[in-house]
T-cell receptor, first 117, second 111 residues
Framework: GAVVSQHPSRVICKSGTSVKIECRSL??????MFWYRQFPKQSLMLMAT?????????EQGVEKDKFLINHASLTLSTLTVTSAHPEDSSFYIC?????????????FGPGTRLTVL | DQQVKQNSPSLSVQEGRISILNCDYT??????FLWYKKYPAEGPTFLIS?????DKNEDGRFTVFLNKSAKHLSLHIVPSQPGDSAVYFC??????????FGTGTRLQVFP
């Protein structure tokens, strides 16, 4: 069964609004979670690393004020797309390593399809 | 700057035959490589991995080969089955534990 869940699976919003996406590890604790974005026919691009109890680490070119990440607990990380615009429409996926430092145990959520009108 | 490349966007193979998916990388500091399988509207699922100190890893029908000198890895699936039809991503791990993904190859296995 799924070990990482995401909610919602699909969201449509108006331009200028904010959208929150949740990522949960279901049966393990994750001090680190990763957020990816995938555009059609393109690769998964790492956006940021979410760290429980501390600030997220953002990849180059990713606006931290636009993509707010909060890792409130050992099982929950949230990504908020603020003032969303049509170019933010994408497939957002989170992942969490089941064992800290073991990338091969990284489990991915089912993803969230965001459409900004 | 695409550090991990999958130059074939799609591959079509007959059931029972071998599927070979290729991946090239540019960063010699990558120490671990992984293959993921992804269905539409789902997150990737881990398939098989290989450490940079090895040149081959096998798991059932799946074998990954690594050629460090050529900075090339490949995934062999034999025999291919219709259920193998999906998008396959190779990924490389950096020293920071981040995964760098390739652009994916869509595999279609037909009867």
């Amino acid at each position: 069964g799924a070990v990482v869940s995401q909610h919602p699976s699909r969201v449509i919003c108006k331009s200028g609004t904010s959208v929150k996406i949740e990522c949960r590890s279901l049966d393990f604790q994750a001090t680190t979670m990763f957020w990816y974005r995938q555009f059609p026919k393109q690769s998964l691009m790492l956006m940021a690393t979410s760290n429980e109890g501390s600030k997220a680490t953002y990849e180059q070119g990713v606006e931290k004020d636009k993509f707010l990440i909060n890792h409130a607990s050992l099982t929950l990380s949230t990504l908020t797309v603020t003032s969303a615009h049509p170019e933010d429409s994408s497939f957002y996926i989170c992942s969490a390593p089941r064992l800290a430092g073991h990338t091969d145990t990284q489990y991915f959520g089912p993803g969230t399809r965001l459409t900004v009108l | 700057d695409q550090q991990v490349k999958q130059n074939s966007p799609s591959l079509s193979v007959q059931e029972g035959r071998i599927s070979i998916l290729n991946c090239d990388y540019t960063n010699s500091m990558f120490d671990y490589f992984l293959w993921y399988k992804k269905y539409p509207a789902e997150g990737p699922t881990f398939l098989i991995s290989i450490s940079s100190i090895k040149d081959k890893n096998e798991d059932g029908r799946f074998t990954v080969f690594l050629n460090k000198s050529a900075k090339h890895l490949s995934l062999h699936i034999v025999p291919s089955q219709p259920g193998d039809s999906a998008v396959y991503f190779c990924a490389a791990r950096s020293y920071t534990d981040k995964l760098i993904f390739g652009t994916g190859t869509r595999l279609q296995v037909f009867p």
